[in-house]
């Protein structure tokens, strides 16, 4: 069965770095584009950043744009997104997801795969 497990996440000060990390099994995602969504309290899940399958091409919301790097290593079945400069705003759960697209997708729909989601708290 294909799960995505995501893993990192803490509570920071305003201004630190993170990395979470998003760990495929079941099957190989390599030729899978992934992406990290957010969703913060009260709020609606919102795209964050999506990566190719080759990793050849990303994309990010504007608001984390400079900020944050999404990566992957397909020989550890593995996405990353490091996040800078982090601030209070950046407070939500992060959750991975993969979709059997190859290319890079803001749109939750298209997604297959989801994760159950780590926390991440930024304090002020």
């Known amino acids: 069965q294909a799960q995505l497990v995501e893993s990192g996440g803490g509570l920071v000060q305003a201004g630190s770095s993170l990395r979470v990390s998003c760990a495929a099994s079941?099957?190989?995602?390599?030729?899978?584009?992934m992406g990290w969504f957010r969703q913060a309290s009260g709020k609606e899940r919102e795209f964050v950043a999506a990566i190719s399958w080759s990793g050849g091409s990303s994309d990010y919301a504007d608001s984390v744009k400079g900020r944050f790097i999404i990566s992957r290593d397909n020989a550890k079945n593995t996405v990353y997104l490091q996040m800078n400069s982090l601030k209070p705003d950046d407070t939500a759960v992060y959750y991975c997801?993969?979709?059997?697209?190859?290319?890079?997708?803001?749109?939750?729909?298209?997604?297959?795969?989801w994760g159950q989601g780590t926390q991440v708290t930024v304090s002020s």
């Open positions: 079941g099957r190989t995602f390599s030729y899978y584009a």
């Open positions: 997801a993969a979709t059997s697209g190859t290319m890079t997708s803001m749109k939750r729909g298209v997604y297959d795969y």
